[in-house]
């Protein structure tokens, strides 16, 4: 059984540009959900893949966006980086979203200058 | 939404000892997760654990959803059981709320 793999797993933009983070879910896991941890807080939802549809999104702007594959991969892009942007990027795989165990990837670490 | 509290905030411990950290939450819920985060921070799951209690070793939980608390034991700590340990809980069915974390120190 594969587990949940992010790329890169470091990365550092400056403000303005866009960028693209990579999840690959858990073999057979259909759901994908990406988290945003700022510096000495919890993880905070930005949104769910389910199947190829977005299915729950929370509190960010629509420069954060994403999509996820047939294969179930996914991808987080984040138009006009902010300074606040700067943060590690988690995804997480499950077989019913929220009400399931949730299995995280390493992280990516971005940084925006 | 669904607010998620935890206790301490920090926590300071000898190698060897016990120690319990705790989860409040605001709403009733049908999942609740423990997680470590390690130093590199990855998120591990310790427990899925919505009512009940469980044992993983030297760790166990207890939920008691009407009353909407949850409880990890750590005993006999170890210094790779330093981290920072989260709870989590859904909201809207794929929204997991953290809460803001407990970090553990453990000292040899």
């Known amino acids: 059984e594969t587990g949940v793999t992010q790329s890169p797993t470091h990365l550092i933009k400056t403000r303005g540009q866009q960028v693209t983070l990579r999840c690959s879910s858990q073999?057979?896991?259909?759901?994908v959900s990406w988290y945003q941890q700022a510096l000495g807080q919890g993880p905070q939802f930005i949104f769910q893949?389910?199947?190829?549809?977005?299915?729950g999104r929370g509190n960010f702007p629509p420069r954060f966006s994403g999509l996820q594959f047939p294969n179930y991969s996914s991808e987080l892009n984040v138009n006009a980086l902010e300074l606040d942007d700067s943060a590690l990027y988690l995804c997480?795989?499950?077989?019913?979203?929220?009400?399931?165990?949730?299995?995280f990837g390493p992280g990516t670490r971005l940084t925006v200058l | 939404g669904i607010q998620v509290e935890q206790s301490p905030p920090d926590l300071i411990l000898q190698e060897g000892a016990n120690s319990t950290l705790r989860c409040n939450f605001s709403d009733s819920v049908n999942n609740l997760q423990w997680f470590h985060q390690n130093p590199w921070g990855q998120l591990i799951n310790l427990f899925y654990i919505p009512s009940g209690t469980k044992q993983n070793g030297r760790l166990s939980a207890t939920t008691v959803a009407t009353e909407r608390y949850s409880l990890l034991y750590i005993s006999s700590s170890q210094t790779t059981d330093s981290g920072v340990y989260f709870c989590?809980?859904?909201?809207?069915?794929?929204?997991?709320?953290f809460g803001a974390g407990t970090r553990l120190t453990v000292k040899p």
């Open positions: 073999s057979g896991h259909n759901t």
């Open positions: 997480a795989s499950s077989l019913f979203g929220g009400a399931d165990t949730q299995y």
């Open positions: 989590a809980a859904p909201f809207n069915n794929n929204d997991m709320r």
């Open positions: 893949y389910y199947r190829e549809e977005e299915n």
